[in-house]
């Protein structure tokens, strides 16, 4: 059974954490169909200075998901794992949220998630969460960046969606980054 981890496209995102640092950088392609309608969007941002966020998915989806995250980061006070696990089990069992399109990988100092809506919270052990139609590529080129380089979180993360963008028609090399040391 395929799960939502595997059948959303239309951008690549992408948590690298390496030396006491995360990064979590994505690319700033929209598309409708088959046409670039946005070169530029912002789909990775801060939350309470405390955590980084990013969506692929529905825009609109996506900033519900992250309101929802934010209140449930409060309501556990700063918890991130329980703060994950509590939006899961929502957005599972709620019937307007689990109607929502989208994917989310949280990062804070300490762990780095992604979740769906399928009630799928997974933290990976390597330290690389990628999601969206480019995020394969992007991981593959951030594991060998890891075993092979020194380069900063920060710097595998920008190369990582760099190397999406030259494979993958939905992701653009307009990139932004946000990093927690």
Known sequence: METQLT?????TVIAVRRNGSVAMAGDGQVTLGSTVVKRGAIKVRRIKEK???????????????????????????????KAVVELAKDWRTDRVLRRLEALLIVADKDHTFMISGSG???????????????????????????????????????????TA?????????????????
Do not use: Q, W
């Not at 963008?165 to 932004?176: D, L, S, V």
């Open 120 to 162: 799928d919270v997974i933290e990976p052990e390597d330290g690389i969460a990628s999601i969206g139609s480019g995020g394969s590529f992007a991981a593959a080129a951030a594991k060998v960046m890891m075993r092979h380089t020194n380069l900063t979180a920060r710097e595998i993360a920008e190369e990582a969606i760099k």
């Open 165 to 181: 963008a030259e494979i993958c028609i939905y992701t653009n090399n307009e990139i932004t980054v946000e990093e927690l040391s």
């Open 7 to 11: 059948t959303f496209h239309g951008t």
């Open 51 to 81: 955590v980084l966020a990013g969506f692929a998915g529905s825009t609109a989806d996506a900033m519900t998901l992250f309101d929802k995250f934010e209140a449930k980061f409060d309501e556990t006070r700063g918890n991130i794992t």
